[in-house]
Nanobody, 125 residues
Framework: VQLQASGGGLVQTGGSLRLSCAAS????????IGWFRRAPGKEREVVGA????????YVANSAKGRFTISRDNAKNTAYLDMNNLKPDDTAVYFC???????????????????WGQGTLVTVSS
């Protein structure tokens, strides 16, 4: 499956953005979706993940209470809603997919084998 992340941009501290991850095929419901980010000079880190049906989510501690992950399988799209953004959230954000037959979520990059091009989020102070 090919993925395309979009929705990044420049936002002020405290602002919000919604990132979308669109899939190239109408079977996104067979895939776990993960969101990751890479900040300048830092390692890639997980932001969160959502199970195939959207019944389970994982959100990293750095994003808890501010970021929400959801999906609309009918639209072959997953979302990352980011609120109360901080300058430390500045990064390139990626979505990734892993085919699964269970309701699990995966929170490490090596568990995903389909990656989209990232979208840049810049939070100004």
């Amino acid at each position: 499956v090919q993925l395309q992340a979009s929705g990044g941009g420049l936002v002020q501290t405290g602002g919000s953005l919604r990132l979308s991850c669109a899939a190239s095929e109408p079977t996104l419901s067979n895939y776990v979706i993960g969101w990751f980010r890479r900040a300048p000079g830092k390692e890639r880190e997980v932001v969160g993940a959502i199970s195939r049906a959207g019944t389970r989510t994982y959100v990293a501690n750095s994003a808890k209470g501010r970021f929400t992950i959801s999906r609309d399988n009918a639209k072959n799209t997953a979302y990352l809603d980011m609120n109360n953004l901080k300058p430390d959230d500045t990064a390139v954000y990626f979505c990734a997919a892993r085919h699964s037959v269970t309701g699990s979520v995966y929170n490490t990059a090596d568990q995903y084998n389909n990656w989209g091009q990232g979208t840049l989020v810049t939070v100004s102070s």
